[in-house]
C-alpha cells in the first residue's frame, strides 16, 4: 500500500530527509515517531504530494507521487496536525462538500456523511458553525473529513491533538476499528499511543530512519541490569565479549560498583555465561536481572545511536 525507497528532501543546503525507505501493507496500522525537526511532517507532506521529494520513490497504492498525484491524492485521507477546516460553515455541510470535492457519487454521498458523523463523535454538533466548536471537536471534523471518500490510506498527524481525555480514547478506538479497512500511518509523540493503536514503530531521527520495528517484538526485546564490583571498562569489556550480548551501555559507577545495561540478542539469555565470566575474573556479581525494555527507552536508544552515528560522520 505504501512504498517508500530511498526518498531524500533537502531545503537548499539542509537535508531534511537522507534516503528513508520502509514499506507497510494493507490493514497496517504505523506510529511515525521521531524528536521535533526529524522529517516526521517532511515524509507526510511527501506521501500525501504536498511537497515533492528530492530524489528517491514513494509510492501509494501503485501510484507514484511524481507520475500520478490526482490518483494518489484519491487513495489517501490526510489529517494535518493544524487542520484547515471552513469555519463559517456547518459541520454537515461542510463535509457534503468535501464529500462533492473527493468525487464521492451523489447517491452515496448522504450515506458516506452520515457514517463519517457517527464514527468520529459528531451527531451532536453536525449543524453547528465549525468556527464555533472547540478544538477538540474541531480535530474530529477533520478526521471525518479524512475518512468521507472511504480511502484505502490514511495519513494522521497528531491526531488527538487538543482533545480531552475521554476523546483521546474514543479517537485511539476509532483508529484500531479503521485499521480491519485501511493502512494507517499516524504521527505522534505520545509513546502510549503508538502503543494503544499500533501494531509497528517507525522511528525517524536526523532526517534517517532509526528504527523500524513490530511492536510484538519490541515487547520481547530485554535487557540484562548488571553489577559487579570492580574496574568499570574491564567489566564492560568482558560482558560484551559474552556471546548473544549485543551492546553493553554504563549506566553508572559507585563506591566501586559499576552498573551496566545490556542488550541481548533475541532468542539468547546469556545470564548463566555471564555469570561464570565476572565469576572468573574475581569480580563479585551484585546484580543481574532480566528487565522489559519499554518504547520509550527503545526511542531514546535510537535517537542517541543516529545522533552518534552522524557526529562520527562528521569528525570524519
Same mark, same amino acid.
Given at each position: 500500500?505504501?512504498?517508500?525507497?530511498?526518498?531524500?528532501?533537502?531545503?537548499? +543546503?539542509?537535508?531534511?530527509? %537522507?534516503?528513508?525507505?520502509?514499506?507497510?501493507?494493507?490493514?497496517?496500522?504505523?506510529?511515525?515517531?521521531?524528536?521535533?525537526?526529524?522529517?516526521?511532517?517532511?515524509?507526510? @507532506?511527501?506521501?500525501?504530494?504536498?511537497?515533492?521529494?528530492?530524489?528517491?520513490?514513494?509510492?501509494?497504492?501503485?501510484? %507514484?507521487?511524481?507520475? +500520478?498525484?490526482?490518483?494518489?491524492?484519491?487513495?489517501?485521507?490526510?489529517?494535518?496536525?493544524?487542520?484547515?477546516?471552513?469555519?463559517?460553515?456547518?459541520?454537515?455541510?461542510?463535509?457534503?462538500?468535501?464529500?462533492?470535492?473527493?468525487?464521492?457519487?451523489?447517491?452515496?454521498?448522504? @450515506?458516506?456523511?452520515?457514517?463519517?458523523?457517527?464514527?468520529?463523535?459528531?451527531?451532536?454538533?453536525?449543524?453547528?458553525?465549525?468556527?464555533?466548536?472547540?478544538?477538540?471537536?474541531?480535530?474530529?471534523?477533520?478526521?471525518?473529513?479524512?475518512?468521507?471518500?472511504?480511502?484505502?490510506?490514511?495519513?494522521?498527524?497528531?491526531?488527538?491533538?487538543?482533545?480531552?481525555?475521554?476523546?483521546?480514547?474514543?479517537?485511539?478506538?476509532?483508529?484500531?476499528?479503521?485499521?480491519?479497512?485501511?493502512?494507517?500511518?499516524? +504521527?505522534?509523540?505520545?509513546?502510549?499511543?503508538?502503543?494503544?493503536?499500533?501494531?509497528?514503530?517507525?522511528?525517524?531521527?536526523?532526517?534517517?530512519?532509526?528504527?523500524?520495528?513490530?511492536?510484538?517484538?519490541?515487547?520481547?526485546?530485554?535487557?540484562?541490569?548488571?553489577?559487579?564490583?570492580?574496574?568499570?571498562?574491564?567489566?564492560?569489556?568482558?560482558?560484551?565479549?559474552?556471546?548473544?550480548?549485543?551492546?553493553?551501555?554504563?549506566?553508572?559507577?559507585? %563506591?566501586?560498583?559499576?552498573?551496566?545495561?545490556?542488550?541481548?540478542?533475541?532468542?539468547?539469555?546469556?545470564?548463566?555465561?555471564?555469570?561464570?565470566?565476572?565469576?572468573?575474573?574475581?569480580?563479585?556479581?551484585?546484580?543481574?536481572?532480566?528487565?522489559?525494555?519499554?518504547?520509550?527507552?527503545?526511542?531514546?536508544?535510537?535517537?542517541? @545511536?543516529?545522533?552518534?552515528?552522524?557526529?562520527?560522520?562528521?569528525?570524519?
Amino acid at each position: 500500500m505504501i512504498d517508500v525507497q530511498r526518498v531524500s528532501k533537502n531545503y537548499g +543546503s539542509i537535508r531534511a530527509l %537522507d534516503q528513508i525507505s520502509f514499506e507497510m501493507g494493507k490493514g497496517e496500522i504505523a506510529g511515525l515517531l521521531g524528536p521535533n525537526g526529524a522529517g516526521k511532517t517532511t515524509t507526510m @507532506r511527501i506521501l500525501t504530494t504536498y511537497l515533492t521529494p528530492t530524489s528517491g520513490k514513494a509510492v501509494l497504492c501503485g501510484h %507514484d507521487v511524481l507520475d +500520478s498525484p490526482i490518483e494518489v491524492r484519491r487513495s489517501i485521507g490526510y489529517l494535518p496536525e493544524n487542520v484547515p477546516l471552513y469555519t463559517e460553515m456547518r459541520v454537515r455541510e461542510l463535509l457534503h462538500f468535501r464529500a462533492k470535492l473527493k468525487d464521492v457519487p451523489r447517491s452515496k454521498r448522504r @450515506r458516506a456523511v452520515a457514517e463519517v458523523v457517527s464514527r468520529c463523535g459528531l451527531a451532536d454538533v453536525e449543524n453547528r458553525i465549525v468556527g464555533n466548536l472547540s478544538r477538540g471537536y474541531r480535530q474530529r471534523v477533520g478526521l471525518a473529513d479524512a475518512l468521507v471518500h472511504d480511502p484505502p490510506i490514511l495519513i494522521l498527524d497528531e491526531p488527538t491533538a487538543g482533545l480531552d481525555p475521554i476523546q483521546i480514547r474514543e479517537v485511539r478506538a476509532l483508529i484500531r476499528e479503521l485499521g480491519d479497512r485501511h493502512t494507517v500511518l499516524l +504521527s505522534t509523540h505520545i509513546m502510549s499511543e503508538v502503543e494503544a493503536v499500533c501494531s509497528r514503530v517507525v522511528i525517524i531521527a536526523r532526517g534517517r530512519i532509526a528504527l523500524d520495528e513490530r511492536l510484538e517484538n519490541l515487547r520481547h526485546d530485554t535487557a540484562l541490569v548488571v553489577e559487579a564490583r570492580g574496574p568499570a571498562d574491564a567489566i564492560r569489556n568482558a560482558l560484551a565479549a559474552v556471546p548473544g550480548v549485543e551492546r553493553v551501555r554504563t549506566t553508572g559507577e559507585h %563506591d566501586g560498583v559499576a552498573e551496566f545495561e545490556v542488550q541481548t540478542r533475541e532468542g539468547d539469555d546469556p545470564r548463566e555465561e555471564i555469570s561464570r565470566r565476572l565469576a572468573a575474573n574475581g569480580w563479585p556479581l551484585r546484580t543481574l536481572d532480566a528487565r522489559r525494555s519499554s518504547l520509550e527507552e527503545r526511542f531514546i536508544d535510537a535517537v542517541t @545511536r543516529s545522533s552518534l552515528s552522524v557526529h562520527e560522520k562528521e569528525a570524519v
